[in-house]
């Protein structure tokens, strides 16, 4: 499958085949993809849960408001964001790059977030939000589906996975195999609404 295909085909899946496991294996390759995502001065600001526990899903799935994808598909993925990756040895985030270049960007994202918990969690939904759209194409380039979520009780799904104090959630995705293919798309935009040369 090619990316184009992967773009055109993916959409939000409503129905799982519950009885589709994906293994360990397929897991850990999706998610060494998953973090090569883009994120501002690389500072890999994502944090994600795995889960395929069948217990957990389906509490997952109650705090989604009853909705079956996280308990019908066989892995969900919550995005979350930590807050403190910014000061958190951000040096790291440029281990291969000479130590004036790791300076720099430490001081750099100390100038960006240190005073601004605005900054830091637009960020985070940013990262997130490029982290998501990697799991939803890699599945598909797997043979697998997909559905993101932000319907569900927050606080709920906080506790479920035991979220820490300076860490946020942005949305959850289910991945598995569609028991039904996604309803007819609700209808894109015209172009000309949506794209503005050089200026709105
Ligand atoms: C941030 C976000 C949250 C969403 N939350 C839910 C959800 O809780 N339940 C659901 O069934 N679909 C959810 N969706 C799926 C959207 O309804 C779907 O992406 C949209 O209708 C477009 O359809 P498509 O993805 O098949 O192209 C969500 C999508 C996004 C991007």
Redesign the pocket.
């Known amino acids: 499958m090619d990316t184009f295909e992967a773009i055109r085909t ?5 129905k799982f085949d519950s009885s589709y496991k994906m293994t360990a294996e397929q897991v850990k390759s999706l998610m060494e993809l998953v973090i090569l995502s883009p994120t501002s001065y690389n500072q890999q600001n994502w944090r994600f849960v795995t889960v395929i526990d069948q217990s957990v899903k389906e509490k997952i799935s109650k705090a ?2 009853d ?1 079956a ?1 996280p308990k019908d598909g066989s892995l969900v993925v919550v995005l979350c964001g930590n807050m403190s990756a910014w000061k958190d040895e951000p040096t790291r985030y440029w281990r291969n790059h000479p130590v004036e270049k790791q300076e720099q960007v430490k001081n750099s994202l100390a100038r960006k977030y240190a005073d601004s918990p605005q900054n830091r969690r637009d960020e985070a939904i940013r990262s997130c ?1 490029f982290a ?1 759209q990697t799991i939803m194409l890699a599945a598909r380039q797997m043979g697998l589906d997909s ?6 009780e927050y606080d709920q799904l906080a506790e479920i996975i035991n979220l820490p104090e300076d860490h946020l959630i942005s ?1 959850m995705v289910v991945v598995g195999k569609a028991a039904e293919p ?2 007819e ?2 209808g894109q935009l015209a172009l000309d609404e949506v794209v503005f040369e050089n200026q709105f």
């Open positions: 993916r959409r939000a899946v409503k989604a408001r909705q994808q939000g998501a559905c993101p979520m932000v319907g569900f949305m996604a309803a798309r609700g």
